[in-house]
């Protein structure tokens, strides 16, 4: 984190608490998500001069407001990590075989470096079911997006329709879905019904963000 954007993400939360808006108002007149607002205030990822603005625009300021305090600074930034804006799903279903992401919530500014290949998008843990693992109920998951993963990879997989978050396992013509939560039974299926519409592996967890 770097003392450059850190004055900066203290000057978008000082003004934002000055226009007595919430985390989720901002993120909601920008299209972003809360925690990519928190992101921002904390310093933890870069806002380039671009967002900058909206950001100024949406509380009613001037741009030099948020970026008092770094006048010898400018120029002397230091390189961060590119950065990609990926959506995170309300909903999922399949069209002709394909993976939808609907009802969109917002976006989230992610590092490059943590997509290696293919397509992510992010969806929010609905319950405690990998608590073992450090996910909570209302994390935000970073989903990579594949209808095949490892023994024992915790992946998000639609039951009935409904997204789950299990560690999955293939054991001879049956898929073994655990929770990490032991007050939560297996689900088992056969492994021809997830070429149906009954149960169908959608992506492999790669992160968890905290919201909090």
């Known amino acids: 984190m770097s003392r450059f954007y850190e004055i900066v993400g203290g000057n978008i939360r000082k003004h934002r608490n000055i226009g007595q808006l919430s985390l989720q108002a901002l993120g909601d007149a920008l299209g972003l998500t809360k925690k990519t607002i928190q992101r921002y205030e904390t310093g933890e990822i870069k806002v380039d001069m671009d967002r900058l603005s909206e950001i100024a625009l949406a509380l009613n300021v001037e741009l030099a407001a948020l970026l008092e305090g770094t006048e010898t600074m400018l120029g002397a930034e230091p390189r961060v990590a590119e950065l990609v804006q990926l959506p995170v799903a309300g909903k999922l ?11 969109i919530k917002g976006y989230e500014a992610t590092p490059k470096d943590w997509i290696k290949e ?13 608590s073992s693992a450090g996910i909570a109920e209302g994390d935000l998951l970073l989903i990579h997006k594949q209808d095949k993963v490892a023994d024992g990879e915790i992946a998000v997989v639609l039951v009935n329709g409904e997204p789950v978050l299990r560690r999955v396992y293939c054991q001879g013509d049956h898929f073994i879905l655990l929770s990490d939560n032991v007050k939560l039974s297996p689900i088992i299926r056969e492994a021809r019904a997830s070429y149906g519409s009954e149960i169908r ?12």
């Open 118 to 130: 293919g397509e992510c998008f992010y969806l929010q843990a609905r319950d405690d079911s990998m």
């Open 93 to 103: 279903s399949f069209h002709n075989d394909d993976l939808q992401v609907r009802e």
């Open 201 to 212: 592996v959608v992506g492999r967890v790669l992160k968890s963000i905290a919201t909090y």
